[in-house]
């Protein structure tokens, strides 16, 4: 994993809850016109929420019936994925491909990205095809789909926050033997042998967040839990699915141990602001989303901030943010995007699920540009001209 990333997102953590728009727009329920243009181009079978979920079988790396591709950005991975995916973020194919070197060729895959919008799955689905992978198939409904659904798999750099701000609740589903040897300081004990008995143990509020793991990927017993409890309707259930051993591995504190870690942290101070009076989010390079999604709803984005939108001109045409400009940024280098962004503004990009304006600014970021007035709002965005509903993504931090 990029482990620039990883020492950049791990200092605070503002796990706000998430507002829902005024404006109703419609949601998409079905791949747009670009999406299914691209799926035909490219001869590619689709399936939905019932075929993953069968193909996933028990939600272990070792269980699967077909290898799930997540091709958002790696970010967007670690906060949350569909069980056993693999991340190959489209715009780093070559360099992460070589997680499938020990995948046959015939093994079946199913690539998604960020819903019935984004067009990244069937053009990497494409990219696999090209490199040989003679089975390769679509999720369009994606992470959004799935999360409504089903339950998502974090990675250690969210169950560590998690448990540091003591935002979710922990739960070991391991044995109690092993439990009491050796945990997650916080966590506690629910094994799913004994879920029926437990279930007391869990939040009457069944949007609180509840995280779950046990011995590593390989092992079922907190993805068992996590079936139990959304068939239970809770709306908020996370695997770990590295568990214990990915949790040790990171060298992080256990009961069992006495050893402080430390990490190089960039930390964000709550409520900064940018020179020109833009709200920092708690994410390196994000605008506040809260803050920002206000100023939209109100009509009051201040005039030094110009909203560009880095989708597709098919896709800013169907509808964008009132004020916004199109800069398809996945088309340009960074040098070529920097010189199409207004001049003496305070740049922030937008997209309709946040992987592509994140894309955007770390293009810049990692070519050293003066990114201090450059920005991404990370938010699922659905727009009818003007009529958007904007639901913000909660901070990594």
Avoid at 257 to 283: C, M, R, W
Avoid at 334 to 344: F, R, Y
Wanted: with cysteine; glycine share 6%; aromatic share 10%.
């Amino acid at each position: 994993m990029n482990m620039k990333f990883k020492s950049l997102f791990l200092s605070s953590f503002l796990l706000a809850s998430m507002q829902s728009f005024s404006l109703e727009v419609e949601n998409f329920a079905t791949p747009t016109g670009a999406v299914l243009e691209l799926v035909k181009k490219y001869e590619l079978e689709q399936v939905d929420f019932n075929y993953v979920k069968k193909a996933i079988n028990l939600g272990t790396r070792n269980s699967v019936n077909a290898v799930l591709i997540d091709v958002r950005p790696e970010i967007k991975y670690q906060k949350g994925t569909i069980p056993s995916s693999l991340n190959i973020p489209d715009t780093k194919f070559e360099e992460y491909y070589s997680v499938l070197k020990d995948i046959p060729m015939q093994k079946e895959l199913i690539v998604y990205c960020g819903g019935y919008n984004c067009t990244k799955s069937p053009i990497v689905a494409q990219k696999l095809k090209d490199k040989g992978y003679s089975n390769v198939k679509v999720y369009s409904g994606g992470e959004p789909e799935w999360e409504k659904l089903s339950y998502l798999e974090i990675d250690t750099l969210a169950a560590k926050v998690y448990q540091e701000k003591n935002s979710a609740l922990i739960v070991d589903a391991r044995p109690y033997p092993k439990f009491l040897q050796e945990t997650i300081p916080g966590a506690i004990s629910i094994p799913d042998t004994s879920l029926a008995k437990l279930l007391g143990r869990f939040p009457i509020n069944k949007d609180e967040k509840i995280v779950i793991f046990c011995g590593g990927y390989n092992c079922e017993k907190s993805h068992m839990i996590a079936n139990k409890l959304v068939s239970l309707d809770y709306k908020n259930v996370m695997v770990y699915a590295g568990g214990l051993p990915s949790w040790r591995e990171r060298g992080l504190n256990t009961t069992a141990s006495a050893y402080i870690e430390k990490y190089d942290e960039v930390v964000i101070k709550k409520d900064s602001f940018s020179k020109n009076g833009l709200k920092h989010g708690n994410d390196v390079g994000s605008v506040d989303g809260e803050w920002f999604k206000k100023q939209i709803i109100e009509n009051k984005v201040p005039s030094y901030i110009q909203i560009v939108d880095v989708t597709t001109p098919s896709e800013f045409k169907n509808g964008h943010i009132k004020g916004a400009i199109n800069i398809e940024a996945s088309k340009l280098s960074a040098k070529e995007l920097l010189e199409k962004l207004p001049k003496n503004k305070t740049i922030v990009f937008n997209c309709t699920a946040g992987a592509r304006s994140i894309e955007a600014w770390t293009k810049l970021n990692d070519e050293k540009i003066d990114t201090s007035e450059i920005y991404y709002f990370d938010a699922n965005i659905s727009c009818k001209d003007n009529n958007c509903k904007i639901d913000v993504n909660e901070p990594l931090l």
